[in-house]
Each structure stands twice: as structure tokens, then as C-alpha cells.
């Protein structure tokens, strides 16, 4: 028999999913979610992994649930570790103890991991504290999901009369009963209430008015499910402490063309600067094995006096061959070494090695010219790069007669297909800026899309001068980082955003 998890997957912000909640979805054999979770987190599933989408949101279940609850017995049975995950937490308004009940009488085992919930994180994302010692000492969460036909089965003059602030879930088509309700119950016209639209993620919107006069203002804003509906004096203080619409990125949205397994830090740093971003790698690099010319290279290593290294990827595959013949980074004590850019440098010392030479202009012509100068008579270098990598390097060495040897050990591959979606977000201008760290990014960007796009309704955020010419060689609309580093991007793009 297996086991069961459920998994509340928060409200939208894919970092307010908890440490166990993503520890879960990484060892699950099937994972079976609803529709509101974000993509970034259903990106967390296991390649291998069964994914069985039940469709499941607001007023809109395509598989009903008394089915979602044999599925997750069939699978339990089958002897796998099944996670079902659900936006929000489980047991609040998200019927996560009606799939307990068959697991329990079929005897299946099951961990429940509660998620953050949008009652509370929605209202902390539009500056709204849900309790404060001059304003309310109680909150209380209800559903203002009406019955069939309409009608809401509250107690309006208890909530009324409780004088907490009020959280409703899954009441947008049903506010302007309950704010009715509650002036019937003999709430004032005038306390405030707001609600939020997609709270807590970069397209949210909030409409703060008060109970007299939301309902019209929310129609004109043209609100929309998901929201959140909040109602209390606290709803007062959400100008005063609104941080999210004020992060420097709000309302940004940014592709992120780097590998996978490289654009976590730049994603990251968005996303704290409040961008919506778009995860969309064009390129993924791929080691060279068999490869027996750096087999030799390393089996001789002692004749080398410099290393050279021209990207992360570089480094993360020369770890990954001295592993496989049985060395390591104590192999390479005798030799100097020389890299590209400061992402390079900063990947080199997570392996305890520091560059000893980084040029100053982070390309491969400086590269050379500085190793020109520092490369003494009798002196040999080796050059791990990739497959095909800037000709620049080998041959202004080679004019210097600089002795070297040139050792291909990744190639990079381009994103496979042309994307329609993308390509269609582009013509909709719904993507503000593209961010390239690298001229194969920018190449493998325009190789994803169908011939003919239009590539200057969004700009281009490179790197770096080599990346900027091939940007504009694509032509696009380019803006250029001062410096080859994330950070140095992230300052670009703020000033350029702000502009």
C-alpha cells in the first residue's frame, strides 16, 4: 500500500509554499493537482512523476470530487507515494477532509501539510494587518460561496456583532449580497473593506473602499475571481502599509531565457523586486562524453601552467570529469587560472578555487589579451569551453603564439520546437523585457519562435556587449547591464523601468 500526502500548495506566491511541502512534491511518485496552482510550483514535479490534472477551481469542477477521492485511492493502491496538492491549505474551504475519509476507510496512510492561506497572506500582500490592537482583536474566515440559486447561508448580525474583521473566500460574485447583508444587520455604511484579485502574485489588484460603496467600485475596476473580500476598520491602515505595489519591479513582466539550472538566482531576485516573471530557457548545455581529447588533457595535466574557463557551465562540467577520473580540484594546485565574468569567478570559489585573472571587459578578445600579457615563455594553457565558443580566443592566442590547447567539453542545445505561446505573448506586448545573459541565449530565444515574429514590442536586458550585438544583430530593442553580472542587470532594469 502507499501513502498519501496532502499538500497545501499557498496562495499563488510560489515562495510561500513551505519547505515540506516542496520536499513532498520532489519525492512523489504521482502528483495530483488543481488548476490554481502555479506553474512554478507544478515545475517542482518530478520529471518521471504521473501529473493528473483535476481542474478544480472556483465554480468549476470538470472532474468531480468524489472522483479526485478514487483517484487518490486507485494510486495509493498501486503502492505509490501519491501527493495531492491543493491551492491554499487543505482543510480550509478546500474539502481536504472529504478525501480523508475513503483514504481512512480503506485503511491508506496519509500526512496532511497544511499550506499558507490566502485568508491571511492576501490580506498581509495588499498592506492589510487582519488584527490590530486599535483596530480588531478577532478575525474570522468565511465562505461566501452562495448555495444553488443564489442564496448565502450567513449569520449576518453574529458577524456583525462579533466586531472582528471579516475574511470572505469565494465571494466575488456574492459580495454585493454579503456587504448588503451586513448593512442590513446594522453595519455601518461606512467601515472600510477592500478586495484583492490574485493576491499575493504580480498581477494583483486591490479595490479599497467601504461596505456602502465597494460593490460599485469593484465593477468598475472589473474584479474578478480569484479574490479575497476584507472587512474591518483594518482596512483602513492598506495605503499606509501597502509594501508589495511598491516594490521597485511591480507590474514588470520579464522572460528568463537562462538554462534551468542556472536562472534560479536571477528568477529569484525578480521576483523580490516584484516582477511577474516568465520562465522560458532557450538553451541547456550538455556534456561531451566519450571526449578522449580532455581524457588526455587531464592525464597530462601536470604539463599545463593555466586553466582557462569561460563560463559556469564550464566549471560545473570540469568538476564533473575530474570526479570521473577519479581527481579533484587538489589536480589543478600548480596552475593559475583565468575566467570570464564574475558568474564565473563566483561558481570557480563554491569549489574553493579563485581566479587569478579576470578581465576587466568580460569577453573573449580581453580574455586573450590579458593572458597574452601575463602568459610567461614555456608556459602551456588549457582551455575547457564549449563546442563552439567565441573564435576570438583561440585566435588571438594562436597570432601571439601563445601555446594552448583548446578542449571542447559542453555543447549547448537550443530549445526544441517553436513556441506558439510565446510568440503570441510577444504580439500581445504582455512581456515588458527579455532578459539575455549570454549571445546563445539570445540565439536560442529567436530559434524558439515562428519565423516572421516581431522581436521590438519588448526590451532586450543583456549581459554584456557580446550579447548586446547579437541582440541587435536579431533586431531587437536593446538595453546593456554596465557591468557582465545579475546584479548589475537588476540595476539596469530598475533604472530603465523607472525611466
Not at 485503511?107 to 498581509?124: C, E, K, N, Q, R
Not at 563552439?388 to 588571438?396: F, N, V
Not at 548586446?468 to 546593456?480: D, P, Q, S, V
Request: hydrophobic fraction near 45%; charge should be negative; include cysteine.
Amino acid at each position: 500500500m502507499g501513502h498519501v500526502t496532502l499538500v497545501g500548495a499557498g496562495p499563488g506566491d510560489p515562495g510561500l509554499l513551505t519547505v515540506k511541502g516542496r520536499q513532498a512534491i520532489l519525492d512523489a511518485d504521482v502528483v495530483v493537482y488543481d488548476r490554481l496552482v502555479g506553474p512554478e510550483i507544478l515545475a517542482l514535479m518530478p520529471p518521471k512523476a504521473e501529473c493528473i490534472d483535476v481542474g478544480k477551481r472556483s465554480c468549476h469542477h470538470p472532474v468531480p470530487q468524489w472522483r479526485i477521492n478514487e483517484i487518490l485511492l486507485e494510486k495509493a493502491k498501486e503502492g505509490k507515494r501519491v501527493v495531492r496538492l491543493k491551492g491554499g491549505d487543505c482543510f480550509l474551504f478546500g474539502r481536504g477532509g472529504e478525501e480523508l475519509e475513503l483514504l481512512a476507510e480503506n485503511g491508506v496512510d496519509f500526512t496532511v501539510i497544511p499550506g499558507v492561506t490566502s485568508a491571511l497572506a492576501v490580506p498581509a500582500y495588499a498592506g492589510i494587518p487582519v488584527t490590530h490592537r486599535a483596530f480588531a482583536s478577532s478575525v474570522h474566515i468565511i465562505t461566501g460561496h452562495a448555495k444553488a440559486g443564489g442564496e448565502l447561508d450567513l449569520d449576518f448580525d453574529a458577524l456583525v456583532r462579533h466586531k472582528g474583521t471579516l475574511v470572505f473566500l469565494m465571494g466575488v460574485s456574492s459580495a454585493p449580497m454579503i456587504l448588503a447583508g451586513l448593512q442590513q444587520a446594522g453595519m455601518s455604511a461606512d467601515m472600510p473593506a477592500a478586495m484583492v484579485e490574485r493576491g499575493t502574485l504580480p498581477g494583483q489588484c486591490k479595490v479599497v473602499a467601504t461596505v456602502g460603496t465597494l460593490a460599485q467600485a469593484m465593477q468598475e475596476a472589473g474584479i474578478s475571481s480569484p479574490a479575497v473580500l476584507i472587512v474591518g476598520a483594518v482596512c483602513a491602515l492598506s495605503d499606509a502599509f501597502d509594501w508589495y505595489d511598491k516594490l521597485p519591479l511591480h507590474g514588470a513582466t520579464v522572460a528568463v531565457t537562462r538554462p534551468r539550472q542556472r536562472a534560479g538566482t536571477l528568477t529569484h531576485r525578480l521576483r523580490e523586486l516584484g516582477a511577474d516573471v516568465i520562465s522560458y530557457p532557450c538553451i541547456e548545455t550538455e556534456t561531451i562524453w566519450p571526449n578522449m581529447p580532455v581524457v588526455e588533457a587531464l592525464a597530462a595535466i601536470e604539463q599545463y601552467h593555466w586553466l582557462v574557463l569561460t563560463s559556469p557551465a564550464g566549471v560545473e562540467v570540469l568538476v564533473q570529469l575530474l570526479r570521473a577520473a577519479d581527481m579533484d580540484m587538489r589536480s589543478l594546485a600548480h596552475m593559475k587560472v583565468a575566467v570570464i565574468g564574475a558568474g564565473t569567478a563566483k561558481k570557480l570559489e563554491e569549489h574553493g578555487l579563485r581566479a587569478d585573472y579576470i578581465p576587466a571587459v568580460y569577453d573573449s578578445a580581453h580574455l586573450a589579451e590579458g593572458l597574452i600579457r601575463l602568459v610567461q615563455e614555456g608556459e602551456r594553457v588549457l582551455m575547457l569551453r564549449a563546442e563552439i565558443g567565441a573564435p576570438e580566443l583561440p585566435e588571438l592566442l594562436a597570432q601571439a603564439c601563445v601555446s594552448f590547447d583548446d578542449v571542447p567539453v559542453y555543447r549547448t542545445l537550443y530549445r526544441s520546437g517553436r513556441s506558439e505561446e510565446m510568440a503570441q505573448l510577444l504580439a500581445d506586448g504582455a512581456i515588458d523585457y527579455v532578459t539575455f545573459t549570454s549571445a546563445s541565449t539570445v540565439h536560442g530565444f529567436v530559434n524558439s519562435l515562428p519565423e516572421g515574429t516581431e522581436l521590438t514590442g519588448f526590451l532586450a536586458l543583456c549581459i554584456g556587449p557580446s550579447t548586446e550585438k547579437a541582440a541587435k544583430a536579431a533586431g531587437m530593442r536593446t538595453i546593456t547591464a554596465a557591468h557582465a553580472t545579475i546584479e548589475a542587470m537588476l540595476t539596469t532594469l530598475q533604472e530603465e523601468y523607472h525611466r
